[in-house]
């Protein structure tokens, strides 16, 4: 006879996991679906931010087994300069994504889960539950969550249009000698994105490269690992969800982690919203008697979150196109301020949200951005706009007695200055 199970969860990644595991917990009879038999592989930076790490233990769950190196220094690189983020816990603790996984899904396993390896093509609300049709078999719920990564086929069920508001990242693993506990944020490598080195120990680094703007980054990426002086390993690219789905539930389904859309545009972090949004899934199991019920107690608490990533959704297009493409390249970045690096390590650590961002952005703006201005960075910032041009004109004939030769040369030179003496001042 078939199982008539309380969550049938399909997707085992962090989102599915800990749904399981929570559901778990809470007593329901769960099965999860995934189609890979674990551990399996996952093309991913394996960075984990510290209100990971906080989850994961108000969960329960510790992570020292599984954990390849802790970065309490990150530095990022942008076009005004080299800047870095210091804290005496982990900023970025780096796991591998297959070993990761396969402890979280152990850990609900443990607690009674079935797990299943099968294909989900299909999913059909009938009635009083929901039959999951896979390639192998059916299998009955009362209630789906849909934890089946950026390329849901159920978000798509839902009526979703799962290509659209997806960034896409490349990743590899390579191996060499490169900085140990230290992980690099570069953003000067890709427009509308940025490329990482986090260490995994033992002369082995994820490294990436990830951009809003769709395209093929595989090249990029193999320069990349050269310049580093590293070797690559296979490459594999994934999508990541930037925006939230339009729809998150449909009568007795519910969406979390990728196939809900909830990564943050802005960083391309994942894990978190995936495991935090998997985890008020099954919450929502306890307190619903009907379909409306679970589908209501899920989106109540799962819209905060919502708001926050839909602005930061916003907050991504300010942080690559002002900050980078145009702050940066008048010598500028919000990163040079002490009180935005500890905003940005506030919203890591989780403890505020990104509404607070606007506020210290436009603070930056208004009260130290033109100050800034006026006493570092003017010359250099009509050089710069001579040398390429952009001056408005009655400017360029201003300086024209000047042989472009002549600014170009000591344009460099300055440049050269510039960005040792940043990268003096700021480096590791
Ligand atoms: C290159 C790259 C680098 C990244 N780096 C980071 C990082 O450093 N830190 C971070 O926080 N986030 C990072 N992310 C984002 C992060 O990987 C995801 O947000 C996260 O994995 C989402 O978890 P999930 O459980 O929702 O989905 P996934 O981890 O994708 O898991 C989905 C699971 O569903 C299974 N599945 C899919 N379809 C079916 C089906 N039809 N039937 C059955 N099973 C199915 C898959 O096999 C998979 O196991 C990165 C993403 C990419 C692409």
Redesign the pocket.
Known sequence: MDIMYDAII????????IAAYVASKLGFKVLI????RFP?F????????QK?ILLLRSLGLDLNGVVRDECRRVVVINSAGSFILTDNDPIITVVS?DEF?NYLLSNALELGTDYIV????NVRTNGDHVNVI?MDNTYIGRYVIA???????IAKYLGNDIRRNAAM???TIAHGNYFDNICVIDMTRIKWGYS?I?PRSGGEY?I?I?SIHWDNYRTQLIRYVHDAGLREGEI?????PIKPRERITSKRIVL????GG??DPIT???????MYS?ALAALALKHSSNPTEFANNYLRTIRPLIKNLSLAYYLSLGTYGIDHLVMGRLGLSAFSVASTRNLIKKVMKGGTWYHQMPISIIKFSILKGPRLMLEKNTARMIFRLLIEDKAPLFLRFFFKPFSSHFLSALWRFLRRLGSSLCNLSYSV
């Open positions: 399909v997707g085992a990644g962090p989102a599915g996991s679906i995934d189609r890979f399996r996952k093309p991913c930076g394996g960075g984990l931010t990971s994504r996984d099968d294909r989900v093509v896979g934890a089946d990564g950026a390329n849901s086929i990242a490349f990743m990482w986090f994820d990436g990830g594999r690219g994934h999508p990541i979390v982690g990728d196939a909830f990564a391309g972090e994942g894990i978190f919203y995936a998997g």
